[in-house]
Every structure is written in structure tokens, then in C-alpha cells.
């Protein structure tokens, strides 16, 4: 028995997709995925985090001190 036709849903909002790709000499790609809606927004709320983190992290790296910037003339 093919797995891909036998998903049952575990969540009532549960998403399923499949998609398979001919790539020609008889060689197929074949792929199925399954979200629910509470995990796409924690997977975007863990990459908004991840990227909030790294801009903080850069902008530290490339700031420079007062000090080096110079006072301003008098």
C-alpha cells in the first residue's frame, strides 16, 4: 500500500500537498508535505527571531566606538 495515499489527517486544519516531477529516462521525483496552520506561524516566528538576532549581532560587529568617531570641531 502506497503511503501517500494513505495520509490521514491529524489535526482538523492539517494541509497536505504532493507533488511529483518527471525528469525524463523514466526517473521521477516524487514529494509530500504536511503543515498545520499553528506550525506555520511558529516556523515564521522562529525565523523572524533568527533574523532579528543576527541584525542585532551584525550591527554590533560594525559599530565602532565613540571615541573613533571623532568629536565634532569647536
Known amino acids: 500500500m502506497d503511503q501517500t495515499s494513505a495520509m490521514i489527517p491529524a489535526h482538523p486544519d492539517e494541509m497536505q500537498s504532493r507533488v511529483e516531477i518527471s525528469l525524463g529516462g523514466g526517473r521521477t ?28 549581532l551584525i550591527r554590533a560587529t560594525t559599530a565602532r566606538p565613540q571615541a573613533e568617531r571623532g568629536s565634532p570641531a569647536r
Do not use: F, N, V
Open 29 to 56: 521525483l516524487a514529494g509530500t508535505a504536511r503543515a498545520t496552520p499553528a506550525g506555520l506561524i511558529t516556523a515564521a516566528m522562529l525565523a523572524s527571531a533568527g533574523l532579528l538576532s543576527a541584525a542585532a
